[in-house]
T-cell receptor, first 115, second 114 residues
Framework: GENVEQHPSTLSVQEGDSAVIKCTYS??????FPWYKQELGKRPQLIID?????GEKKDQRIAVTLNKTAKHFSLHITETQPEDSAVYFC??????????????FGKGTKLSVIP | KAGVTQTPRYLIKTRGQQVTLSCSPI?????VSWYQQTPGQGLQFLFE???????NKGNFPGRFSGRQFSNSRSEMNVSTLELGDSALYLC?????????????FGPGTRLTVT
C-alpha cells in the first residue's frame, strides 16, 4: 500500500518568514495530493491540493509543488502569520479498486509562527 | 450546505465495553470514510463506505466495524474496548468530484477509554 513520509514533524518560524513542509510517497499510481490544516481542537480543513498532471499550484500565500519523478511534494507558506500556526497534513490519493480511492496521510507537521 | 456532523462529540467508556459513533455526511455525498487520530500515529484510515457497501478497509482489528445506511449516514462500532482505542475518531465525506477526491471532515468524536 501507499506510504507517505512527512518532514519536519515540528517547525518554528518567525512571523513573516517562509515555511516549507515536504512529503514523499511510495505508490506511483497516486494522482491527487491534498494538504490539510488542523488548528487545535478543530477538524482538518482542506487548504490546497494538486493533481498529478500539474507541477505547481498557488493560492495567495500558499503553494504546493509536485515532482512525480522523485515522488515528492511540498507545501510552501510565505509571509507567515500567527494564524498559520497549526498542524499540517499531507496526503496521497490512489485508486484502490472497486471504484474506491484511499487517502494515506503523513504524520503531520506542527507549525508554530512566532510573533 | 450543512457540513459533516458527528455524534456524540465526547465519550468516556471503560475497557471491555462497546461504542457506536455516528456520522452524517454533507447532503449529496455518498462516500463516508472513517479515521482514527492519535498524537503518535496521525490520521489512520479505518474504512470507507459507498452506497451502503464497504469498499475499502484499513489495517485495524475486527473489533472495528461500520455500516452505512441508505441515506448515506454511517456508524462505526468498536467492541471490547481497549485503552489504546482512546483517540479522536473523524469521519469524512466525499462527492468523488471527478479526478480529485476532496474529503470534508466532521468535528470528530473524542473517545476516552478508562
Amino acid at each position: 500500500g501507499e506510504n507517505v513520509e512527512q518532514h519536519p514533524s515540528t517547525l518554528s518560524v518567525q512571523e513573516g518568514d517562509s515555511a516549507v513542509i515536504k512529503c514523499t510517497y511510495s505508490d506511483s499510481a497516486s494522482n491527487y495530493f491534498p494538504w490539510y490544516k488542523q488548528e487545535l481542537g478543530k477538524r482538518p480543513q482542506l487548504i490546497i491540493d494538486i493533481r498529478s498532471n500539474v507541477g505547481e499550484k498557488k493560492d495567495q500565500r500558499i503553494a504546493v509543488t509536485l515532482n512525480k519523478t522523485a515522488k515528492h511534494f511540498s507545501l510552501h507558506i510565505t509571509e507567515t502569520q500567527p494564524e498559520d500556526s497549526a498542524v499540517y497534513f499531507c496526503a496521497a490519493v490512489a485508486y484502490s479498486g472497486a471504484g474506491s480511492y484511499q487517502l494515506t496521510f503523513g504524520k503531520g507537521t506542527k507549525l508554530s509562527v512566532i510573533p | 450546505k450543512a457540513g459533516v456532523t458527528q455524534t456524540p462529540r465526547y465519550l468516556i467508556k471503560t475497557r471491555g465495553q462497546q461504542v457506536t459513533l455516528s456520522c452524517s455526511p454533507i447532503s449529496g455525498h455518498r462516500s463516508v470514510s472513517w479515521y482514527q487520530q492519535t498524537p503518535g500515529q496521525g490520521l489512520q484510515f479505518l474504512f470507507e463506505y459507498f452506497s451502503e457497501t464497504q469498499r475499502n478497509k484499513g489495517n485495524f482489528p475486527g473489533r472495528f466495524s461500520g455500516r452505512q445506511f441508505s441515506n448515506s449516514r454511517s456508524e462505526m462500532n468498536v467492541s471490547t474496548l481497549e485503552l489504546g482505542d482512546s483517540a479522536l475518531y473523524l469521519c469524512a465525506s466525499s462527492a468523488l468530484a471527478g479526478f480529485s477526491y476532496e474529503q470534508y471532515f466532521g468535528p470528530g468524536t473524542r473517545l476516552t477509554v478508562t
